[in-house]
């Protein structure tokens, strides 16, 4: 290439064609800086726009991929949570979307299993409202068969006379499981803490059980009482039923945990039924109900607890209750 400048009319003259060695071409400085930004301006013009165009392109992406089928998944659970009785379907493009199926499937089964669950408790409610209106019933024809007993017993033949205990004790252990399934039915109500005076506590048990009560603790505890005293006559009677005549009771504080040791001296409980010492209706016991543990339990959830059987053998069994340290008053 050659290139000659002519400073008289700025013109740049520039011969690069080897066949034509005497064609020389002129070039104006003023067109060729214009020349050279037009040239700069429409490929920034042109780098932008496809800039742009892929920038759209990928928030389209995002969106189409992402952010629509997160906020179809947000949207279904807000709505099923405000009324679970309804299932609400996915929009296909979330089900077949192959980043969220896992998730579409796991809401959809989540609002299945929902449905089935309501339907069962629902179903589970009418039970309970028919159970507890023939508890009822029983109890009052339970009551009236009581009375009866009583002149059973001062009856002048000495045969049904000999027969008039265990006809009591049989009302006794009907009326008993039927107080308990009512318990067990009927919805724990919100507790009301207030000081607790524990030595009367323990005597109370002493009456209903007819065990010796040894208490170990503070003297003043703040929780409900009606449900602390229910909690520790199920145990109570619990263990009375295998033969257990002492309950210990031993209140203690543990960090942030208020700890209640009840303690008996009954002949332990068997591998076999601690597997299922808290669900209801199941007892190995002969006159139990399976309901005392599953009741105490609950009742111990409603203070805010636990209940778990810690040791068992044959000097006897101990549960623990846990309980928030705000049951001590200092």
Same mark, same amino acid.
């Given at each position: 290439?050659?290139?000659?400048?002519?400073?008289?009319?700025?013109?740049?003259?520039?011969?690069?064609?080897?066949?034509?060695?005497?064609?020389?071409?002129?070039?104006?400085?003023?067109?060729?800086?214009?020349?050279?930004?037009?040239?700069?301006?429409?490929?920034?013009?042109?780098?932008?726009?496809?800039?742009?165009?892929?920038?759209?392109?990928?928030?389209?992406?995002?969106?189409?991929?992402?952010?629509?089928?997160?906020?179809?998944?947000?949207?279904?659970?807000?709505?099923?949570?405000?009324?679970?009785?309804?299932?609400?379907?996915?929009?296909?493009?979330?089900?077949?979307?192959?980043?969220?199926?896992?998730?579409?499937?796991?809401?959809?089964?989540?609002?299945?299993?929902?449905?089935?669950? $309501?339907?069962?408790?629902? =179903?589970? #409610?009418? *039970?309970?409202? %028919?159970?507890?209106?023939?508890?009822?019933?029983? +109890?009052?024809?339970?009551?009236?068969?009581?009375?009866?007993?009583?002149?059973?017993?001062?009856?002048?033949?000495?045969?049904?006379?000999?027969?008039?205990?265990?006809?009591?004790?049989?009302?006794?252990?009907?009326?008993?499981?039927?107080?308990?399934?009512?318990?067990?039915?009927?919805?724990?109500?919100?507790?009301?803490?207030?000081?607790?005076?524990?030595?009367?506590?323990?005597?109370?048990?002493?009456?209903?059980?007819?065990?010796?009560?040894?208490?170990?603790?503070?003297?003043?505890?703040?929780?409900?009482?009606?449900?602390?005293?229910?909690? $520790?006559?199920?145990?109570? =009677?619990? #263990?009375? *039923?295998?033969? %257990?005549?002492?309950?210990?009771?031993?209140?203690? +504080?543990?960090?942030?945990?208020?700890?209640?040791?009840?303690?008996?001296?009954?002949?332990?409980?068997?591998?076999?039924?601690?597997?299922?010492?808290?669900?209801?209706?199941?007892?190995?016991?002969?006159?139990?109900?399976?309901?005392?543990?599953?009741?105490?339990?609950?009742?111990?959830?409603?203070?805010?607890?636990?209940?778990?059987?810690?040791?068992?053998?044959?000097?006897?069994?101990?549960?623990?209750?846990?309980?928030?340290?705000?049951?001590?008053?200092?």
């Amino acid at each position: 290439m050659e290139i000659v400048t002519g400073r008289q009319n700025q013109i740049t003259y520039v011969n690069d064609l080897p066949f034509r060695k005497d064609l020389v071409i002129g070039i104006s400085m003023a067109e060729l800086q214009r020349d050279l930004q037009i040239f700069f301006f429409k490929s920034f013009v042109i780098t932008f726009l496809v800039s742009l165009g892929l920038y759209s392109f990928g928030q389209w992406l995002l969106w189409r991929f992402l952010s629509q089928p997160l906020h179809a998944l947000v949207e279904t659970i807000n709505s099923f949570s405000t009324d679970p009785t309804i299932a609400r379907p996915l929009p296909t493009y979330v089900t077949q979307s192959r980043e969220f199926n896992k998730a579409a499937k796991a809401v959809e089964q989540m609002q299945r299993n929902t449905l089935i669950a $309501l339907r069962q408790r629902e =179903r589970l #409610a009418d *039970i309970g409202e %028919a159970v507890t209106k023939i508890n009822h019933d029983i +109890r009052n024809v339970l009551s009236s068969a009581t009375l009866v007993t009583d002149a059973l017993m001062s009856s002048d033949d000495p045969k049904v006379r000999r027969s008039a205990p265990h006809v009591v004790r049989s009302l006794e252990q009907a009326v008993d499981l039927c107080q308990s399934m009512l318990d067990y039915l009927v919805e724990v109500p919100p507790p009301k803490p207030d000081i607790i005076p524990m030595n009367e506590v323990a005597d109370e048990l002493e009456i209903a059980t007819g065990m010796e009560v040894i208490y170990e603790g503070p003297s003043q505890i703040f929780a409900d009482r009606k449900i602390m005293f229910r909690i $520790l006559l199920n145990l109570a =009677r619990n #263990a009375g *039923i295998v033969g %257990a005549t002492e309950l210990k009771i031993d209140i203690w +504080r543990a960090g942030h945990l208020g700890v209640i040791d009840i303690l008996d001296n009954g002949p332990g409980i068997s591998e076999d039924a601690r597997r299922t010492l808290f669900q209801a209706f199941k007892t190995t016991k002969a006159g139990g109900t399976g309901l005392g543990l599953a009741i105490a339990r609950d009742l111990a959830v409603a203070l805010g607890g636990n209940l778990k059987l810690t040791r068992s053998n044959q000097d006897g069994s101990e549960f623990r209750l846990h309980l928030p340290k705000q049951i001590f008053l200092n």
